[in-house]
C-alpha cells in the first residue's frame, strides 16, 4: 500500500508537467484549430533563458521568470510574424510552419549553448516522498489552470477570447478585435508550455529534453479531448499516473508503452477523447 | 425622404473572386427608416450587409453613416460607428450562455451594462429563464432573438439584419417584424432588413430595393413596390 500511495504521488508530480503542456496545446488548438508543434521548441527556448539567467544572477527564481516571459513572448510574436500570415492561407500550411519553428528553435538553441548537456536544479529539493519540488509541480500547475479558469470565465477578456475562438465573425460584429484576442491566447498558452517545461526539463538540460515530454503531452490532449482544458488535466494526470504505476510494478522499460496503451483503450471507447463533446467539424 | 441619409451607399462595388457581386449600388436609408432589401438567392443582399459592416472589402465606391466616411472600417470598428450587423443564421455563439452573448454585444460600450441587458432581456422574454443556459439549448426563433438582443446591447443606430426569418415559423417571423417596428416607434432604431421573403418584408418595411444580379433593379416606397405587378413578376416571384 505504501508502494502505491508512493508511486500514484510520483505520477502526480510527473503529470503535472505533462497536464500543462497539454493545456497550452489545448488552448491553442481551442483558438485557431491547429496543433502547435513548436509549443516544446517555446519551452525549450525558456528553459535556456532561464539557464542563463540563473548562471548571470545565481538566483533560479529570476530565471525562472525569464523563463515565463520568454515563453510569453515567444508564443505571441509566433502567432503574429509566422502563423497568422500563413495559415490564412489554408489551416494545413500553419501546423507545417510550427513543425518547421520547432526544428529551427532546436537548432538554434544547440548552435547557442550547445548540444550537450548542462546540469539543471528543482527549484526545490527532490528528496524524499512526495518531495517539495513535487508540491511546487502539483500546486503550480493547479494555481495556473485555476486562474485560467477564472480568465476564461469571469472576465471582460476572457469572455472575448473564448467569443473570438468559436466564432470569430460574430465576434468580430460585436466589436471583439479578434487577431488581437489570438496572440494574447498564444502567449497564454505559450506562458503555460514555459511552466510545463521548468517543471519537466530538470535534471539536465539538451536540445532535445523535451521530445519524450511533448509525446507524452500531446498523448494526455489527445486522451483528455483536443478542445477541452480540463480533458488536458485529466490526461495529463492519467498519463503520469500510468507511467508511474506501470514502472513500478512492471518495469520502468515499459513505462512509455502505457501512454500508448491508454492512448489505445481511450480512444477506442470515446473516440473524440475524454471530455470532449462529439462535434460535426467542417473539413 | 427629404432629409440627409443617415446611411448612404455610393456606387458600391465588392467581388468574390472575378465574380462581380455587388455593381455599383447605391442605397439611401433615412433616419428611422426601415429599409428592405429584397432579391432572389444570389443577388448579392447579403454580401451587400457584408461589405457595409467591413466583413467583405469594398472594390470601390463609398459608405457613409451620418456623414462619416465607413467604408474601409475593419468590421469590429463597425459596431463602434453604431452599425450592428446580425448575420445570416444569426451567428448566435452556441458555446456562450445566453447572457454571455447578451454581455458580449455591448462590451465595446462598457464592462457591465445591467440597465441595456434588463432592456434587451424585456423585450425578449423566452431568453429571461435561458439566461444562464447555453445559446445552444435555444430553438431557432430564440437564437434569431438572441441575436437581434446581442446586437441591440450595443445601442446602434442602424440595425442591418440577415434573412432573420430563414428556417423560422410564419408566427416567429411575424413576432419578429413586429418587434422591429415597435423598436423603431419607441427608440427610433434605423432597419436594413435583407429578406428573400418579399411578401412579408415589404409589409412591415416603408421602402424596399430589389436586387438583382448585384444591381438595384427596382426601388421605392413598400406598397408600390407590393402592388406594382412587373416587378413581383419580374424579381420578388409572386
Known amino acids: 500500500m505504501d508502494h502505491f500511495i508512493n508511486l500514484t504521488l510520483n505520477g502526480l508530480a510527473l503529470g503535472a508537467a505533462y497536464s500543462a503542456l497539454a493545456l497550452s496545446l489545448v488552448l491553442i488548438y481551442q483558438a485557431t484549430r491547429l496543433v502547435n508543434f513548436a509549443q516544446p521548441a517555446f519551452a525549450l527556448l525558456s528553459v535556456y533563458a532561464a539557464f542563463a539567467v540563473t548562471q548571470i544572477t545565481g538566483s533560479y527564481w529570476l530565471g525562472f521568470g525569464a523563463a515565463l516571459i520568454t515563453g510569453m513572448t515567444a508564443g505571441a510574436a509566433a502567432e503574429r510574424f509566422v502563423v497568422r500570415p500563413i495559415a490564412r492561407v489554408s489551416p494545413l500550411n500553419g501546423v507545417i510552419v510550427t513543425l518547421g519553428m520547432l526544428l ?96 519537466a526539463a530538470p535534471p539536465f538540460l539538451y536540445p532535445n529534453v523535451f521530445d519524450i515530454v511533448f509525446v507524452f503531452g500531446i498523448t494526455a490532449a489527445v486522451v483528455g479531448g483536443l478542445d477541452n482544458p480540463f480533458g488536458a488535466i485529466l490526461g495529463g494526470m492519467l498519463i503520469g499516473l500510468g507511467g508511474s504505476w506501470v514502472s513500478g510494478y512492471v518495469g520502468p522499460e515499459l513505462a512509455t508503452l502505457s501512454a500508448l496503451v491508454i492512448v489505445v483503450v481511450v480512444l477506442s471507447v470515446r473516440p473524440d477523447g475524454i471530455l470532449s463533446r462529439p462535434t460535426a467539424r467542417k473539413v | 425622404m427629404s432629409e440627409t ?190 429578406e428573400q421573403n418579399a411578401a412579408g418584408a415589404l409589409g412591415v418595411t416603408d421602402h424596399g430595393f430589389v436586387l438583382n444580379q448585384g444591381r438595384v433593379a427596382a426601388e421605392g416606397p413598400s406598397d408600390e413596390l407590393l402592388s406594382d405587378d412587373r416587378t413581383r413578376h419580374a424579381y420578388l416571384g409572386f
Open chain 1, 104 to 199: 529551427v528553435v532546436q537548432g538554434a538553441v544547440g548552435m547557442i549553448w550547445g548540444n550537450e548537456q548542462h546540469a539543471f536544479g528543482y527549484a526545490f529539493s527532490y528528496v524524499g516522498r512526495f518531495s517539495p519540488a513535487d508540491i511546487f509541480a502539483v500546486s503550480a500547475v493547479a494555481g495556473v489552470a485555476l486562474l485560467l479558469f477564472l480568465l476564461y470565465r469571469f472576465t471582460a477578456i476572457g469572455l472575448r477570447m473564448r467569443a473570438a475562438a468559436h466564432h470569430p465573425e460574430a465576434a468580430r460584429l460585436s466589436g471583439v478585435r479578434v487577431g488581437l484576442m489570438l496572440t494574447a491566447g498564444w502567449a497564454i498558452a505559450s506562458f503555460i508550455g514555459a511552466l510545463a517545461g521548468m517543471l
Open chain 2, 5 to 194: 441619409p443617415l446611411l448612404k451607399v455610393e456606387d458600391l462595388t465588392a467581388h468574390h473572386g472575378a465574380v462581380c457581386a455587388l455593381d455599383r449600388v447605391s442605397i439611401d436609408v433615412p433616419e428611422r427608416g426601415l429599409c428592405a432589401v429584397l432579391g432572389a438567392n444570389g443577388a448579392g443582399k447579403s454580401t451587400l450587409l457584408r461589405t457595409l459592416t467591413g466583413l467583405h472589402p469594398a472594390t470601390s465606391g463609398r459608405v457613409t453613416l451620418d456623414g462619416e466616411d465607413i467604408t474601409r472600417l475593419p468590421a469590429e470598428r463597425a459596431v463602434t460607428k453604431g452599425l450592428a450587423h446580425v448575420p445570416e443564421g444569426g451567428g448566435v455563439i452556441v458555446e456562450l450562455t445566453v447572457e454571455e452573448n447578451l454581455r458580449l454585444g455591448g462590451l465595446w460600450r462598457s464592462r457591465h451594462d445591467p440597465e441595456t441587458l434588463a432592456e434587451v432581456l424585456d423585450l425578449f422574454p423566452p431568453l429571461v429563464e435561458r439566461r444562464g443556459k447555453p445559446a445552444a439549448t435555444l430553438s431557432g426563433g430564440e437564437r434569431q432573438m438572441l441575436a437581434i438582443g446581442r446586437a441591440l446591447m450595443a445601442r446602434p443606430r442602424v440595425l442591418l439584419l440577415d434573412e432573420p426569418s430563414l428556417g423560422l415559423a410564419p408566427m416567429v417571423t411575424e413576432q419578429i417584424f413586429t418587434l422591429l417596428g415597435d423598436l423603431r416607434e419607441r427608440t427610433g432604431l434605423t432597419v436594413v432588413l435583407v
